[in-house]
């Protein structure tokens, strides 16, 4: 039985979830006020994500695998997701990692609009992604002796 990360908790008795809260208080600007919009976004696109937080403080939402992260800066609230590329974007919400081969991401700066329905079908088309078993690889065949 794996163990929910969501109830794991910090050296501090905090679970990911309360961390985050933390996160977005301590950054007590536009930033927080984003990555709080956001968040509400992904928890209501997919009910069960799991939130963690990695790499010093990075939110992250998973289900079955990273769906997306959720990274303040100065100037940018980006939202980077590993298999971006592998996922349809009709409306063009990626707008930052653009010319790798696997990851894309969305940077929101101050005042910026964010189509709320296309981001949710775009995070659960990244559950989605992740949860979906991988195509089978054909069964190779020897050639003889």
Known sequence: MQKDKSAV?????????????????HLNDWRGE??????????QAVPDVVEAVKWRGVP??????IICTGEA????????FPKGAALDDPSRLFNASLDGNTRRAIDLREGDALDEQAFQTLIQ???????????????RVSAGP
């Open 9 to 25: 908790e910090d050296e501090n008795g905090e679970t990911p979830s309360q961390q985050i809260d933390a996160h977005i208080q």
């Open 34 to 43: 984003a990555l709080a919009w956001v968040r509400a976004l992904i928890r």
């Open 60 to 65: 992250v939402w998973e289900k079955a695998g």
């Open 73 to 80: 800066y100065k100037a940018v609230v980006k939202l980077t």
């Open 125 to 139: 088309a990244a559950a989605a992604l992740n949860t979906a078993k991988p195509a089978r690889r054909p069964e």
